[in-house]
């Protein structure tokens, strides 16, 4: 079943599938002269033109379509922290929006040769799920991926965490216990099992 129409007239469902023909993948940029090259059509998107106009894009991500681009990379999880990552990230070239756990779509074109010359930084939540994001990332683009965990998640996990999140999430942490060689993990590790 190549899409979801064809599933819902095959089997009357949608869903019978993972993902369709293309995602759709919100990106900005606040940076003059930032632009994202579509290969098979040849032609550039200027991302930070229309972001001053509109806030940021929207491309499809498919099998038909691939988007080129070189440059600092942000992948932002949480909507909010996206719509103003340059204040916090102003080295992103170009901000992602994640909207939770990334789609395979998404990771398998970050890891791909198109996209071979961006420095990726992973800015997730700091729960087990968003660490567990980042390492996806880091595995299929090594070299290539930090996070962005400053030194004040330290003292604000403890205010502000919510503890159901790392019970709800065991599964998760248990995965992250066995990478505890990549320092980020190693940290957030031991700040879940500290705090709980």
């Known amino acids: 079943i190549p899409d979801r129409a064809t599933a819902i007239v ?7 599938i993972r993902s369709g023909v293309g995602q759709g993948l919100f990106v900005r940029s606040r940076k003059p002269g930032v632009e994202i090259r579509a290969a098979e059509a040849d032609v550039s998107i200027p991302v930070s033109e229309l972001t001053a106009q ?6 499809q991500l498919s099998p038909t379509r691939t988007w080129e681009f070189a440059g600092n990379v942000a992948v932002v999880e949480n909507a909010d922290a996206f719509w103003k990552h340059e204040v916090v990230l102003p080295d992103a070239d170009l901000a992602i929006l994640a909207s939770g756990n990334m789609s395979r779509r998404l ?10 010359q961006c420095h990726i930084t992973h800015w997730g939540d700091y729960d087990p799920v968003g660490v567990c994001q980042y390492l996806r990332l880091a595995d299929v683009c090594p070299g290539r991926v930090e996070t962005h965990a400053p030194i004040e998640v330290d003292e604000l996990l403890p205010r502000f965490g919510k503890r159901d999140l790392v019970t709800r999430q065991t599964q998760f942490l248990d995965r992250l216990r066995r990478r505890t060689s990549d320092p ?3 940290r957030m590790v031991d700040l879940f099992d500290r705090y709980r």
């Open 10 to 16: 095959m089997l009357a469902d949608a869903k019978a």
């Open 54 to 59: 509109a806030g940021g894009i929207g491309v």
């Open 107 to 116: 990771v398998n074109w970050l890891a791909s040769p198109a996209m071979a």
């Open 184 to 186: 980020h993990v190693s």
